[in-house]
């Protein structure tokens, strides 16, 4: 099995930045896709970026340019670096992974708090 764990919320002032991180431990290997989501009060959890596969990259549309997923793969540690943040960026972040073994399933961590204040 997998486990994450974010670290790298807080609050930070509109136009700031604040890097995420996930580390990973467990059978990485059986890993297809690391994305991030977040939750606001209210709404529905949301695709925010991903790394797919062999490295593709997907982003949401309201943070392209702005936020940039990437992963260390010595450390077993995946990012998502944030600029340029909005007060609409305020949510609960949550690192997934997507695995393939022994059946497709998801794994969430447990979640970071980000505010934005305007």
């Known amino acids: 099995q997998v486990q994450l764990m974010e670290s790298g919320g807080g609050l930070v002032q509109a136009g700031g930045s604040l890097t995420l991180s996930c580390v990973v431990s467990?059978?990485?290997?059986?890993?297809?896709?690391m994305g991030w989501y977040r939750q606001a009060p209210g709404k529905q959890r949301e695709l925010v970026a991903q790394?797919?596969?062999?490295?593709?990259?997907n982003y949401a549309d309201s943070v392209k340019g702005r936020f940039t997923i990437s992963r260390d793969n010595p450390k077993n540690t995946f990012y998502l670096q944030m600029s340029s943040l909005k007060p609409e960026d305020t949510a609960v972040y949550y690192c997934?992974?997507?695995?393939?073994?022994?059946?497709?399933?998801?794994?969430w961590g447990q979640g970071t708090q980000v505010t934005v204040s305007s």
């Open positions: 790394i797919i596969g062999g490295g593709s990259l």
């Open positions: 997934n992974a997507l695995m393939v073994v022994p059946y497709p399933h998801n794994v």
């Open positions: 467990g059978n990485i290997f059986s890993i297809n896709t």
